[in-house]
């Protein structure tokens, strides 16, 4: 059971917009600054957003993130199929003194 | 460029110790804070743990706490785990990664190719 909450799977079509949405409590998002990853089979994560919505020299801005209270967002425009990888929030949590991250999402790009 | 290289994985019973090694290059090493973090197969990201650029403050995941031991040496840009009484359940792929720009403390902005760590009987 993870700290943060993800949606287990999300799916939209090529050119389309989705969320992803990571729920949790205020001793981690509600305080401290979240990042998401990118994974893609057999190779290492990759940093798309930090504190919130900042993103990383070469991203793109298809991708962007957000936050309010205890949640944050992911979110991706212009879908393209190399897209389809799990995505995962990460920050601190205060509380436990150890960075937490969520589940992770499956995005399936259709 | 900035590049980080793990060492160390392998096969082992549980019980069983192990150390692996984080080369780095490419930034001054001793002036980030760096990561392990873990995916067993199949699994999400898992945090380990993480040492400040001067070694002086570590952190540990509760799932590892008492049990491995995170260090460095910056003279050696070398970043290291130490991992000892072994289970089943630390099976994963460990990933070191540097910590980021950001004011966070989960921006990790360059991570190694990882090392695969099998605790089986």
């Known amino acids: 059971q993870s700290v943060l909450t993800q949606p287990p799977s999300v799916s939209a079509a090529p050119g389309q917009k989705v969320t992803i949405s990571c729920s949790g409590s205020s001793s981690n998002i509600g305080n401290n600054y979240v990042s998401w990853y990118q994974c893609l089979p057999g190779t290492a994560p990759k940093l798309l957003i930090y504190d919130n919505y900042e993103r990383p020299s070469g991203i793109p801005d298809r991708f962007s993130g957000s936050q309010s209270g205890t949640s944050a967002t992911l979110g991706i425009t212009g879908l393209q199929t190399g897209d389809e990888a799990d995505y995962y929030c990460g920050t601190w949590d205060s509380s436990l003194s150890a960075v937490v991250f969520g589940g992770g999402t499956k995005l399936t790009v259709l | 460029e900035v590049q980080l290289l793990e060492s160390g994985g392998g096969l082992l019973q549980p019980g069983g110790s192990l150390r692996l090694s984080c080369a780095a290059s490419?930034?001054?090493?001793?002036?980030?804070?760096m990561n392990w973090v873990r995916q067993a197969p199949g699994k999400g990201l898992e945090w380990v743990s993480v040492i400040s650029g001067s070694g002086f403050s570590t952190y540990y995941a509760d799932s590892v706490k008492g049990r491995f031991t995170i260090s460095r040496d910056n003279s050696k840009n070398t970043l290291y785990l130490q991992m000892s009484t072994l289970r089943a359940e630390d099976t994963a792929v460990y990933y070191c990664?540097?910590?980021?720009?950001?004011?966070?403390?989960?921006?990790?902005?360059?991570w190694g190719q990882g090392a695969l760590v099998t605790v089986t009987s």
């Open positions: 490419g930034f001054t090493f001793s002036s980030y804070a």
């Open positions: 990664a540097k910590e980021g720009i950001g004011g966070g403390d989960c921006d990790f902005d360059y």
